[in-house]
């Protein structure tokens, strides 16, 4: 039992580690996308040229911040929250509806958005798809390749939730119990 809870806290420290390192990583795309944004200003209102790989960037980023910090938001318990009842139940309680919740919610649909866009992230790379617009990004497959991403952060960080949760539950975290 005891390497049991052993291997669960290691696998837990492990995925909130990755989620942590790919959430402040990709935080750094919020400055970038500002500064870009303000580059696209000055250069179409000062000196009225347009730039769409440019603009196309911002949207990328955009996407990127949001699909790959799904899994950060996760970790944080930062996603919203309905607490009508969840607020006023005890800590074991509330493991025991995160866990379930984690269980029969999260997973599942987790599961599903890989299942759903795999065909379609895979006939992306299989013509390497591009930007429509004349001037765009290459690498669209690229950016559609980031769904899979967060269904795959989000699986790991799901799995993480729900040995904590167990633990907590099952009265097995020292920490928090």
Request: some cysteine; aromatic content about 12%.
């Amino acid at each position: 039992m005891i390497n049991l809870i052993k291997t669960s806290l290691l696998c837990i420290d492990t995925i909130n580690t990755i989620n942590e390192w790919v959430g402040k990583t990709i935080s750094w795309l919020t400055l970038f996308m500002v500064l870009t944004t303000f580059i696209i200003v000055v250069l179409r209102y000062v000196f009225d040229i347009g730039w769409i790989a440019l603009q196309e960037s911002v949207i990328y980023m955009h996407a990127i911040v949001f699909m790959l910090g799904t899994a950060y938001t996760l970790k944080h318990n930062g996603h919203v929250r309905v607490d009508i009842i969840y607020q006023r139940c005890s800590y074991k309680t509330k493991a025991w509806i995160d866990c379930l919740g984690t269980l029969f919610l999260l997973m599942p649909v987790t599961g599903f958005i890989i299942w759903s866009s795999w065909e379609y992230v895979a006939d992306s790379w299989a013509i390497q798809e591009s930007s429509r617009n004349s001037g765009g990004l290459p690498g669209v497959y690229l950016l559609k390749t980031s769904i899979l991403l967060m269904a795959g952060l989000l699986s790991l960080q799901s799995t993480s939730l729900f040995l904590q949760n167990l633990l907590i539950a099952l009265g097995l975290d020292q920490e928090k119990a």
